[in-house]
């Protein structure tokens, strides 16, 4: 069973950088896909960004794309989210999330973007961007 803790959130201007990190514990952490998450109110969660197993393929949903950066440090345990350039639509409850992903290169070298392909999720920490 695989724990995500997120931190880093806050309120920022716009314009502001943020980064965001999500420690995680209880599994073998190079063997896990992982993803940023975001869920603004009244809003549906949706994609950030997503990086594989082995942190070489990377994917960023359009409306972050350029802004933001996700990596990871294997040996640390820990996945991070770079936020460049934000904006008050940036402003949301953020997630992290693992799903399984070891075996062939193949597999490690996927990212996930659904989120319904993620098993283990964070309690998520709040990024407020004011005008």
């Known amino acids: 069973q695989v724990q995500l803790v997120e931190s880093g959130g806050g309120l920022v201007q716009a314009g502001d950088s943020l980064r965001l990190s999500c420690a995680a514990s209880?599994?073998?952490?190079?063997?896990?896909?992982m993803g940023w998450f975001r869920q603004a109110p009244g809003k549906e969660r949706e994609f950030v960004t997503g990086?594989?197993?082995?942190?070489?393929?990377?994917y960023a949903a359009d409306s972050v794309n350029g802004r933001f950066t996700i990596s990871r440090d294997n040996a640390k345990i820990t996945m991070y989210l770079q936020m460049n350039s934000l904006k008050p639509d940036d402003k949301a409850v953020y997630y992290c999330a693992a799903r399984f992903a070891a075996g062939s290169t193949y597999h490690r070298n996927l990212y996930y973007r659904n989120q319904n392909e993620y098993n283990y999720w964070g309690q998520g920490t709040q990024v407020t961007v004011s005008s």
């Open positions: 209880g599994g073998t952490f190079s063997n896990y896909a």
């Open positions: 990086i594989s197993s082995t942190g070489s393929n990377t």
